[in-house]
């Protein structure tokens, strides 16, 4: 069973940064995507960022250069850095093995940032 296990989030001001953090199995963490999304109540989830197994990384739009997403391919874990965050980064991220979560979802992380 796919496992992955997020850290972080929390509530910030806008214009802070915030870290999150996320843990996953060996076995969907090894040679896969592995990406961040998230989620507002009402809407659907959307991708913020994904990175390949050789550390290549595509952005949503509305996150790039504000927003970092690294692997440590010796730990299986991915960090999305998030930096100048606005009150529309509110959501609930989710890390995801595999585009669209292929291979599974983390638990969901709320992220609020306040005006």
């Known amino acids: 069973q796919a496992q992955l296990v997020e850290s972080g989030g929390g509530f910030v001001q806008a214009g802070g940064s915030l870290s999150l953090s996320c843990a996953a199995s060996g076995s969907i963490f090894s040679g896969n995507v592995m990406g961040w999304y998230r989620q507002v109540p009402g809407k659907q989830r959307e991708v913020v960022a994904h990175?390949?197994?050789?550390?290549?990384?595509t952005y949503a739009e509305s996150v790039k250069g504000r927003f970092t997403l690294s692997r440590d391919n010796t730990k299986n874990t991915v960090t999305l850095q998030m930096t100048s965050l606005k009150p529309e980064d509110t959501a609930v991220y989710y890390c995801a093995a595999g585009f669209d979560g292929y291979y599974g979802w983390g638990q969901g992380t709320q992220v609020t940032v306040s005006t």
């Open positions: 990175i390949t197994a050789g550390g290549y990384t």
